[in-house]
């Protein structure tokens, strides 16, 4: 197996539970959190596809998703259009609201085929490339990518884990 082929099954299983956990869900589960402070899995969706859409632009060198495609404007949220997410208040974590399942899915599924495409070119020396010096050690491209998948397996464990709750 390739080094790409990895990549591509890894981000591949995230999508598939990504898709898992939206299917069938209502406006008011996308948004109902379990607990105060608390976040929902329209949060959770979008964070994942905000996350892996900033941190996968950056290394491949392109504009984001979000931006390039009109994301920003169609989901019209009241945040920065830079923002991810990461470190968000439970009070700006209810800012991502009134954005349907469909459209979290197509943001989704848009960041996902631009990640694929970038990951389809790359083969293991290309992992080596350091990518941000702002660390100690400094971040390779395999280990953004690694992170990214990381983050994004975390989250949309706790979306399923949100999805079950709500299946009860």
């Avoid at 996350?51 to 491949?60: F, G, K, L, N, R």
């Avoid at 100690?136 to 975390?154: M, W």
Wanted: glycine letters at 10%.
């Amino acid at each position: 197996m390739e080094i790409n082929e990895l990549l591509a099954d890894a981000f591949g299983r995230v999508q598939e539970d990504v898709r898992a956990v939206v299917d069938g869900l209502s406006q008011a589960e996308l948004e109902a959190r379990p607990g105060p402070g608390t976040n929902p899995i329209g949060w959770l969706v979008w964070h994942i596809a905000r996350v892996q859409d900033d941190h996968v632009s950056e290394v491949a060198g392109r504009e984001q998703t979000w931006t390039a495609d009109g994301w920003s404007k169609r989901f019209d949220l009241a945040l920065d259009d830079a923002d991810i997410g990461y470190g968000h208040t439970s009070e700006q974590v209810g800012r991502v609201a009134g954005v349907s399942g469909a459209d979290l899915l197509a943001y989704y599924e848009a960041v996902h085929a631009k990640t694929l495409e970038y990951v389809a070119g790359l083969t293991a020396p290309d992992l080596d490339r350091i990518v941000d010096r702002n660390w100690t050690p400094h971040v390779s491209l395999g280990v953004r990518l690694v992170s990214v998948v990381n983050d994004n397996t975390q989250h949309v464990g706790q979306a399923a884990y949100v999805r079950g709750l709500l299946d009860r």
